[in-house]
């Protein structure tokens, strides 16, 4: 016979196992190697172009990497760090980087790396990846300033404009 103070230990730890379970990935939600390793790539060129990316996303994007299948001598590290370990992600991320050959050095000339992140962005939004609006901001307000507005610049920022305002009115922008 079961006594009551066991019955209900067994019945917490089954509650602990089950609230677990239900944070774990379902299968369809796991990443393949090849959207882990994009995943990664994204993130070196947000930091190498000055992008602020918190220790907490370094790690995640590490933990996502491992259970996705990337092998690199140091990406158990990054992925197993602890909360008062977070000061060493950026560290470890670099090496994971290295380790897969996917460190990025954004082009040494100023005018040069504005051009790189810009045409970043717009790949980005070209691929879904970003929304186009909240990319045409980021190349509105991060680049085409220090470029002193380029005319090569001028359909993307004057899209900007058609986006934020349809997206105000409530209405999608416009696919022509």
Do not use: C
């Not at 009551?4 to 369809?28: I, T």
Request: proline letters at 7%; hydrophobic letters at 45%; charged letters at 25%.
């Amino acid at each position: 016979m079961i006594s009551d103070g066991r019955r209900n230990s067994m019945a917490a730890a089954s509650a602990d196992v089950r609230a677990f379970s239900s944070r774990l990935p379902e299968r369809e939600d796991l990443m393949t190697p090849d959207d882990a390793l994009d995943q990664l790539r994204h993130i070196a060129r947000e930091r190498a172009f000055g992008r602020h990316v918190g220790s907490d996303r370094l790690i995640q994007a590490g933990v996502g990497a491992l259970i996705a299948g990337v092998e690199s001598p140091s990406l158990a590290m990054l992925a197993g760090l602890l909360r008062s370990e977070e000061p060493e992600a950026p560290i470890l991320f670099d090496q994971v980087l290295e380790e897969l050959g996917l460190l990025f050095q954004p082009p040494a000339d100023p005018e040069a790396a504005k051009w790189a992140m810009a045409y970043w962005i717009a790949g980005r939004i070209a691929d879904g990846s970003l929304d186009p609006a909240a990319g045409t901001h980021l190349i509105w307000a991060d680049i085409a300033f220090d470029l002193d507005y380029p005319e090569e610049l001028e359909p993307l920022v004057a899209a900007r404009t058609t986006w934020t305002v349809g997206r105000r009115a409530g209405a999608s922008p416009s696919k022509n």
